[in-house]
């Protein structure tokens, strides 16, 4: 059994429901497929988090090198931070892309 999305309310169903326990709206008995969208759907936007982790690191690390000498102060601070939160970032959403693979549809 896999949980899709409703396609009316967007509330978690299961796939084998033939209708929305939430909203009542009637699954059209298709559900692989949108158990299957659903999956593309939190992939992309994994991929997605993964892009502006990765974007947030680079930020950081070019705020720390801007002018050729090490950043210094507040510029250190701002350039610090956007390298963390990137990197840790990064590691935790490739580790959910992971996870997220793993499972079948
Ligand atoms: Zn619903």
């Given at each position: 059994?896999?949980?899709?999305?409703?396609?009316?309310?967007?509330?978690?169903m299961?796939?084998?429901?033939?209708?929305?326990?939430?909203?009542?709206?009637?699954t059209?008995?298709?559900?692989?497929?949108?158990?299957?969208?659903?999956?593309?759907?939190?992939?992309?936007?994994?991929m997605?988090?993964?892009?502006?982790?990765?974007t947030?690191?680079?930020?950081?690390?070019?705020?720390?090198?801007?002018?050729?000498?090490?950043?210094?102060?507040?510029?250190?601070?701002i350039?610090?931070?956007?390298?963390?939160?990137?990197?840790?970032?990064?590691?935790?959403?490739?580790?959910?892309?992971?996870?997220?693979?793993?499972?079948?549809?």
């Amino acid at each position: 059994m896999a949980l899709i999305e409703c396609p009316v309310c967007r509330k978690r169903m299961s796939s084998k429901a033939s209708s929305c326990p939430y909203c009542q709206a009637k699954t059209d008995g298709d559900n692989g497929s949108l158990a299957r969208i659903s999956h593309i759907q939190k992939s992309s936007s994994l991929m997605n988090q993964s892009f502006v982790a990765m974007t947030l690191f680079i930020a950081g690390v070019v705020i720390w090198f801007w002018g050729g000498e090490p950043a210094e102060g507040l510029r250190a601070n701002i350039a610090g931070v956007c390298f963390v939160f990137g990197f840790v970032g990064y590691l935790i959403t490739r580790v959910r892309i992971v996870l997220h693979k793993r499972k079948s549809v």
